[in-house]
Structure formats: structure tokens, C-alpha cells
């Protein structure tokens, strides 16, 4: 039984290592400032080598997939994995209830994971 037990747990992980990029969003928390203004905590993990391989932006999406904020990451994270950087002062149009999470990486691009979470009221 002690066999099949880990066997499931490393066919679970493996889909989930594939399925990981350059730079992946795996947490979020946000905080409802006021109005339609959200600030975010977001932690990304990243395969950085220095100033050519690192994750560079931080976006905020609507549903639409339209940018609602951007942060620009100024350096490499190579020794800070993974981290945690903040985006605020984030409008959010009238309605919408829920926001995507990416992480842009220099050079990959947006291959990572993305987080969608829902807004506090």
C-alpha cells in the first residue's frame, strides 16, 4: 500500500513540474484599498541566471485579458527564490470580480503559471 501511496503522490507532482515555466505565479494575496483600488502581494518562482534569464513584469489582467497594471521587476531574483514583490494602487473596472495573475520572464516570455483570484468586497 506504501508503494502505491507514493507512486500517486509522484504521478500528481509530475504534471505539475511539467507544467511549470520560466517564471510562475504560485501565490497572490490582495487587499481591497478602496473603491475599485486593489493592491497585490504576489510570489513568483523563477529560473534566473542574472541579467539576461530573469522575470522582468508582473501583470495585473482583467477577464478580457486587458493589462490593469504593471510592475516592472528592475533586477534578477537568481538568490531570492522564490519571492515576493507588491503591485497597488491597482483600478479595477466596475464588476469584474476576478483577476489574472502573470508573470512576464526575460527571454521566455509569459510561459508560466498564472493565478486567477477573486476580489475582496
Not at 483577476?99 to 475582496?120: C, E, F, N, Q, S
Request: avoid cysteine; hydrophobic fraction near 40%; glycine fraction near 8%.
Amino acid at each position: 500500500m506504501r508503494g502505491l501511496t507514493l507512486a500517486l503522490i509522484v504521478a500528481s507532482i509530475l504534471p505539475l513540474a511539467a507544467q511549470a515555466g520560466e517564471a510562475d505565479v504560485i501565490a497572490a494575496t490582495v487587499d481591497h484599498r478602496s473603491g475599485r483600488i486593489y493592491d497585490f502581494d504576489v510570489t513568483i518562482r523563477s529560473r534566473e541566471t542574472g541579467w539576461e534569464r530573469y522575470a522582468n513584469r508582473i501583470e495585473v489582467l482583467g477577464p478580457d485579458g486587458k493589462i490593469l497594471s504593471t510592475r516592472v521587476l528592475e533586477h534578477p531574483h537568481e538568490q531570492e527564490q522564490p519571492f515576493t514583490r507588491d503591485v497597488t494602487g491597482v483600478e479595477v473596472p466596475r464588476g469584474v470580480t476576478e483577476v489574472t495573475i502573470r508573470a512576464h520572464h526575460k527571454p521566455a516570455g509569459y510561459d508560466g503559471a498564472t493565478l486567477r483570484v477573486t476580489l475582496p468586497r
